[in-house]
């Protein structure tokens, strides 16, 4: 008996597969209605699409497979974050989240399956780096996420940000091949600027970020601004240390004109004092930027602790009066383990046993 691997449907773009009906024989315009059904209405299955002859689907069930992501376990928080694992084709899973404020709907998504960089006080930096995620894995997360925007608050979603699992720079291009169908009118036409993609710092592809002259912005997961302290807490600060990544940003800001963020979590008795301060002023004033100061939330290891509130509002006063954008970023969805740095899928052991 052979057995032939059957293509992914959804890798294929839209020419191709109309090519794929006209091959078989049939209308072109039916390679459309399965695209629509692919991704105007997310169909998960060949069954659904009621407008495809019963043979047509048998022929589709034979040849091609709906790797869509499938949501496996849905949470809300007190404060109305929801969050979800996405199981993928494979087992593997990766997870989600929707913060709402006001009239911001922000998705925050996952660009890999674990992380492959180990930063200390980050849960998913405990878990492996198991592969990347493709760009329809991208794209899925934001139009569900988007659909219980608009479900649960009746808004649309108006950000993304990709500060899920993973490091979106070490997936580069599945994340740019995301963000093109996340932005372009067939798939959700969204706009690049409201779209932000977070980095620890890999300097050599922020630098490619500005060639390929991107518009959606960039977040610099600072943390410290000394080499010394940077590394102990982010290891892959030793092979791009900051003044690697300064000079990268530098680069950047010349080519896209963008404001760069700085995230900055503070940690009690680690980074938030005045010389902590006047470092990060230091290393700010290299390109126009803001500053979003973080409050730790915790990850279980009991390594860390999040700064004195009191701090953080000197350390933030500090930074301001010296002309720096700088806000303090509260936590959502603590009690859901839905807060940054907190996404690590708790059954994903069990997920991998099981596939
Ligand atoms: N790899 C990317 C994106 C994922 S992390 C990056 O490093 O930017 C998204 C944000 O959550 C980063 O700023 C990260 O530093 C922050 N974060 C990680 N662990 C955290 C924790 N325990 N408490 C608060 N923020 C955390």
Not at 69 to 80: E, P, T
Not at 313 to 324: K, P, V
Request: charged content about 25%; some cysteine; proline content about 3%.
């Amino acid at each position: 008996m052979t057995i032939t691997k059957k293509t992914d449907i959804r890798s294929l773009t839209l020419p191709q597969l109309k090519e794929a009906f006209v091959e078989k024989g049939d209308k072109a315009f039916r390679g459309q209605q399965v695209y629509e059904w692919l991704w105007k209405k997310s169909a998960l299955d060949f069954d659904t699409m009621t407008n495809i002859n019963f043979e047509t689907r048998n022929w589709l069930k034979e040849n091609y497979v709906i790797n869509a992501i499938q949501v496996v376990d849905k949470q809300i928080s007190n404060d109305g974050t929801i969050k979800s694992s996405f199981k993928l084709h494979d087992g593997f899973l990766v997870e989600g989240v929707l913060i709402p404020a006001d009239e911001r709907m922000t998705a925050c998504v996952s660009s890999q399956v674990g992380c492959s960089l180990t930063c200390k006080f980050c849960a998913t930096g405990k878990m492996d780096r198991a592969r990347n995620l493709t760009p329809d894995e991208i794209y899925d997360q934001v139009v569900i996420i988007r659909n219980w925007a608009m479900h649960h608050y009746g808004k649309p979603l108006t950000n993304i940000v990709f500060m899920g699992m993973g490091e979106p720079l070490l997936n580069y291009a599945n994340v740019m091949k995301g963000i093109e169908k996340i932005t372009s009118p067939e798939g959700l036409g969204m706009s690049q600027d409201r779209i932000t993609v977070s980095t620890a710092g890999i300097a050599k592809m922020i630098m490619k970020l500005a060639d390929d002259n991107v518009k959606f912005n960039l977040a610099l997961s600072l943390h410290a601004a000394n080499d010394l302290k940077r590394n102990q807490i982010m290891p892959i600060n030793e092979s791009n240390n900051l003044k690697a990544v300064g000079e990268a940003l530098k680069y950047f800001y010349e080519i896209t004109g963008k404001r760069v963020t700085f995230e900055y979590i503070a940690f009690k008795d680690f980074n938030e004092s005045l010389q902590d301060a006047k470092e990060l002023l230091t290393f700010c004033k290299q390109v126009p930027s803001k500053v979003n100061i973080i409050e730790y939330n915790p990850t279980g290891d009991g390594e860390f602790e999040k700064a004195d509130a009191n701090k953080i509002d000197q350390f933030c006063a500090y930074l301001e009066r010296h002309g720096i954008i700088a806000k303090v970023r509260r936590s959502r969805g603590k009690d859901i383990d839905a807060a940054c740095g907190q996404l690590a899928n708790k059954r994903h052991e069990e997920a991998l046993v099981i596939e």
